[in-house]
């Protein structure tokens, strides 16, 4: 993780900090200043007046969120741009699904009825599947193989990773995030989000996974995250009228953040 977001995310989880300490940190990268101000005023965030300034943005959105959009920004820089076109392809197809899942993600915690943090949701979506990102981007010549065998319908992911790398990219994800110091919550669920428990965060994730294979924006075959909709829907207590509402907001929140995200 670039060195500013590992700063901003210390920096947020430490009370003493303010927002003018934050600003004063965000400001010495002018990219990362201007896609935060992009973001801010994105329909994501909808402000009343357009944001103008950073001191304004983190005053309108809070630690918090900016915190997070300085991730999202700095995981894009880190993993996208390689010399094998078909290895960057695929990188940037990994990279619109966890921005695609971080917004839906989001997207269905504040919606649902389980007690979900939408910021939380936002990250565990973002990383989901940063374990695939790493691997591809560490390691092509060893993780391209596995996509291919996965789109010729050999098995999903995660069976895939483990019989070729010995790890899924659950565990691998979780790996580097304790690394990186990430919050242990998130860490849990990254690592679990392949497993059909009873906590409501894996069945936001499973559904952003099934919502955003739907679309178009996914690497995964439809085919098999559409196996996660019973489970999913029952932990979060979704009907079917609920259900399709639910998958028309979140389509057009993608839709929406599209030209911002670059997705
Ligand atoms: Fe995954
Ligand atoms: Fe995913």
Redesign the pocket.
């Known amino acids: 993780m670039p060195t500013l977001a590992m700063r901003v995310m210390r920096m947020v989880d430490d009370p003493s900090v303010s927002g003018r300490d934050l600003e004063r940190v965000i400001s010495l990268d002018p990219v990362i200043m201007g896609e935060i101000l992009k973001l801010a005023n994105s329909a994501l965030y909808s402000p009343k007046f357009p944001i103008t300034s950073l001191r304004h943005a983190v005053s309108y959105l809070g630690l918090e969120v900016v915190k997070n959009l300085v991730m999202m920004i700095s995981l894009k820089s880190m993993v996208l741009g390689d010399e094998d076109p078909a290895v960057e392809e695929f990188l940037k197809g990994l990279w619109v699904h966890s921005a695609a899942s971080a917004i839906v993600s989001r997207f269905i915690a504040d919606s649902s009825s389980s007690p979900l943090d939408k910021e939380d949701a936002f990250v565990c979506g973002l990383f ?2 940063v ?2 990102l790493l691997m591809t981007k560490f390691s092509p010549q060893e993780y391209m193989p596995i996509v291919e065998r996965v789109k010729k319908g050999e098995g999903g ?2 069976e895939v990773e483990q019989e070729e790398f010995g790890i ?3 565990m691998a ?1 979780a790996v580097v995030m304790e690394a990186w110091e990430m919050p242990s919550h998130i860490v849990h669920m990254v690592k679990q ?2 497993i059909k428990s009873e906590h409501p965060m894996t069945a936001c ?1 499973a559904l952003a ?1 099934l919502f955003c294979a739907t679309w178009g924006y996914s690497v ?1 075959p439809l085919e098999i995250e559409i196996m996660v909709f019973p489970w999913a829907t029952q932990v979060l207590s979704l009907d079917g009228d609920q259900w399709e509402e639910l998958s028309q907001n979140a389509k057009m929140q993608i839709e929406e953040a599209k030209e911002i995200l670059d997705i």
């Open positions: 989901h599947d374990g695939k992911f995660v899924d990219h659950c994800g989000h392949h994730l996974n995964t």
